[in-house]
């Protein structure tokens, strides 16, 4: 499986691509600029050499070319890529790991795009592919160390279900990573805020701190089996009336 990584120049995209070559995926970085995605590319074949990464160079549509397609843009710069390649994306599941983020002073501070999250609002620009929200807490200087697993949890939401399962299969690839079921699309306005929590943590403690959930089964694999969705009528206070 061939997967393109949208603005996979940046320190979380190639850290990503590189992992996924290590573990057996084709990987596209892709950039608005070609040229720039082949530096990125001949940096980490230089920087692993040891390795075979089956990673090539292109710009966002090449990338977006791929079986499945990882935006790793900033958050302001995603919906307008998405929607650039559009055509591309069509059908496919798109991973989004873009925060919508800022910094005023030392504090990093959550945003609420429009549709509440950036991976909601790439579903939006562009309906008929199957975007996933995932990889948002992983720091990519970990992430990048393919020398060291990442001991972390992944959350992963999409209101696509075979999205979910592929996603999960690709995280549950990655050494000592743990996928987790997180629900539909609407959960990556909560994951997306969150990651400013982890990294005002990283600040004030002078380390970068990964997810880890306690509570669940020892063994995870696949989707949970959940029971069939009921609808839910949920009334003007936001609380719910019980299954209709
Ligand atoms: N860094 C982390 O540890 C980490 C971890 C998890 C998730 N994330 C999320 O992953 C995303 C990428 O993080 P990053 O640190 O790699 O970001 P970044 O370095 O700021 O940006 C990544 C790449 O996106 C492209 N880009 C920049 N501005 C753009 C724009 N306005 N429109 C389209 N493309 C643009 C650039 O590539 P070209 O110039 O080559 O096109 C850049 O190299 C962010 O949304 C972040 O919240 C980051």
């Known amino acids: 499986m061939k997967i393109g990584i949208l603005g996979g120049t940046g320190p979380a995209g190639s850290a990503l691509a590189a992992r996924l070559a290590d573990i057996g995926y084709d990987v596209v970085i892709g950039s608005r600029s070609e040229e720039r995605a082949k530096e990125k590319v001949d940096e980490l074949l230089e920087q692993w050499p040891g390795r075979t990464l089956a990673i090539e160079a292109g710009d966002n549509a090449a990338a977006a070319s791929a079986d499945v397609v990882v935006v790793a843009t900033p958050w302001d710069g995603a919906t307008q890529t998405a929607a650039t390649v559009r055509e591309q994306l069509a059908g496919k599941v798109v991973i989004s790991m873009a925060n919508a983020l800022t910094r005023i002073g030392k504090e990093f501070q959550p945003l609420v795009p429009p549709r509440g999250s950036v991976a909601a609002s790439i579903q939006a620009v562009v309906p008929d592919c199957k ?112 299954a209709t």
């Open 131 to 242: 975007v996933v929200g995932a990889f948002h807490h992983v720091p990519a200087k970990e992430l990048g160390d393919l020398d060291h697993p990442i001991e972390t949890d992944v959350l992963i939401c999409s209101d696509h279900e075979e999205a979910t399962a592929l996603t999960i299969d690709i995280v549950q690839a990655i050494p000592n990573m743990r996928p987790l079921d997180a629900g539909e699309l609407s959960q990556s306005t909560p994951i997306e805020s969150f990651t400013s929590v982890l990294l005002q943590l990283n600040v004030r403690y002078k380390t970068r701190v990964a997810v880890k959930f306690n509570g669940l089964p020892d063994s995870l694999t696949g989707l949970p089996k959940k029971p069939p969705r009921a609808s839910v009528a949920v009334d003007r206070d936001g609380q719910g009336n019980g």
